[in-house]
């Protein structure tokens, strides 16, 4: 599961433009995961340059 | 006032953007650019480099654009061995992006192009796979146009690419991880751009220092999504900002991504046209994108406004278009790729070892001809590419 801190966020996109299941959306001020499709691959906590998006390790 | 028809919708007012719009108006079609953002040229999301010789391709140079000329390049490598180049033929400049974005669109509305600040498309048309407008909220309300080519200035994660299903993925080794201080209080030599290389700055990209003006700079990083997994870019840039200006006081964060990819195959689908950064319309080697993005605007405007002459917005048509792209810079788009892989197979010991080859070289002497031809020397296996490109230069 991955968490969302929003108030770090720039709202760059550069998370969407590697996500290969498609399931980030970036609008002008928000941002949001389609967990039910996501993959939990980590790329976009990987490529987030300032760190908004971490794994959330599930109970 | 927003019609709801027009021949050419674009969406982003980008200088890629801009430029389509333009030449599509020039071209003598109907145009309108939609940008959701209250102004053009606001928010900045770019270290505002800019070679004086690529923008001149399409415009006269304003002075009003320009923060800062530069005339030389301080390479650092990773044991902080630096050495200084002065350009030879070639300027340039470190623009404000703010004025210089406004100024193009209003090149495009003055040759008759309508453009539209608050203009959030948020969906395109279609008829029977064939995209003929867009949907999106204008001042409080959901609006449709309808039109012939919808061009896609809309960045990166080109939203409109998307919906057209081109395949707009990057892969995480092309994909920089970038962020931006602009910051005040900082001692930089005018008219010097300064760029730091190597695992320990900046793995896979670099670190820049680019002046704008008096105490005042642009400092960001880029490092490639392979190694950004246990490191962000923005931990590089502060343990950098730490040792090099602790002082300085930033006055704006920005971060975004660059896609160092090769050029997108196929940037166009029945009815809609991708350029700038939604093309991947990027330098690899050194990715800057300005250029490369203005070129893609100004051909895509080109084709658009001929392939509306022809009658003729089908996908087969708008091919016209990365054709004339792959014709006018394709190759050196694949030559600069193979040298973004090339250089960045070169270990810190090889890093150094070539700058201390370079700083041999007699100040007056030294060109970036000289730093390639030292990079060989080291490791001609590995950067054959780079002579071809820039022998001559």
């Not at chain 2, 108006?25 to 309108?32: D, L, M, P, T």
Request: with cysteine.
């Amino acid at each position: 599961m991955i968490n969302i801190r929003e108030n770090r966020c720039d709202y760059c996109g550069v998370c969407v433009s590697v996500c290969p299941v498609d399931c980030i959306e970036v609008r002008e001020y928000s941002i949001e995961i389609d967990h039910p499709v996501c993959i939990d691959c980590d790329l976009c906590v990987e490529i987030c340059p300032i760190e908004v998006l971490e794994t959330h390790a599930q109970e | 006032m927003l019609k709801n028809k027009y021949d050419v919708v674009v969406v982003g007012g980008g200088p890629a953007g801009s430029m389509a719009a333009w030449e599509a108006a020039k071209g003598g079609v109907s145009v309108c650019m939609l940008e959701k953002d209250r102004d053009i040229g606001y928010p900045v999301r770019c270290g505002e480099a800019v070679g004086e010789s690529g923008l001149r391709q399409f415009v006269e140079i304003e002075d009003s654009w320009i923060a800062e000329k530069i005339t030389s390049v301080k390479l650092v490598s990773p044991n902080l061995t630096s050495v200084d180049i002065d350009f030879a033929a070639e300027t340039g400049y470190i623009l404000n992006r703010r004025i210089f974005d406004y100024d193009l669109s209003r090149y495009a509305a003055n040759a008759g192009a309508e453009v539209y600040t608050k203009a959030y498309v948020k969906n395109v048309l279609t008829n029977n796979g064939q995209t003929n407008g867009v949907v999106l909220d204008y001042l409080g309300e959901e609006k449709q146009i309808q039109a012939k080519i919808v061009i896609g200035a809309d960045g990166l994660t080109s939203r409109v690419g998307r919906w057209a299903g081109l395949r707009t993925l990057v892969r995480m080794k092309d994909m920089e991880s970038a962020v931006q201080y602009s910051v005040s209080n900082v001692d930089i030599e005018p008219n010097k751009m300064i760029m730091y290389i190597g695992m320990n700055h900046a793995p896979g990209g670099y670190i820049w220092v680019f002046p704008k003006g008096k105490k005042f700079a642009n400092i960001g990083i880029g490092i490639s999504g392979k190694y950004s997994k246990h490191k962000s870019a923005q931990k590089y840039l502060d343990e950098f900002m730490d040792r090099e200006y602790p002082d300085a006081a930033i006055l704006t964060t920005m971060c975004g991504g660059v896609p160092c990819a090769k050029p997108m195959e196929k940037p166009v689908a029945n009815g809609i046209m991708l350029v700038g950064d939604a093309a991947h319309q990027i330098n690899p080697m050194t990715g800057g994108g300005i250029v490369a993005g203005m070129k893609g605007g100004w051909i895509a405007g080109q084709v658009a406004a001929e392939a509306i002459q022809n009658d003729d917005y089908s996908e087969k048509g708008l091919l016209e278009y990365p054709k004339r792209m792959r014709k006018d810079f394709g190759k050196n788009h694949e030559r600069f790729y193979k040298i973004k892989e090339a250089t960045e197979k070169l270990t810190s010991e090889e890093l150094d070892s070539i700058a201390e080859k370079v700083l041999s070289i007699p100040h007056d002497k030294r060109t970036l001809t000289s730093v390639f031809k030292a990079a060989v020397f080291k490791k001609p296996t590995l950067i054959i590419d780079v002579l071809k490109v820039f022998a001559g230069v």
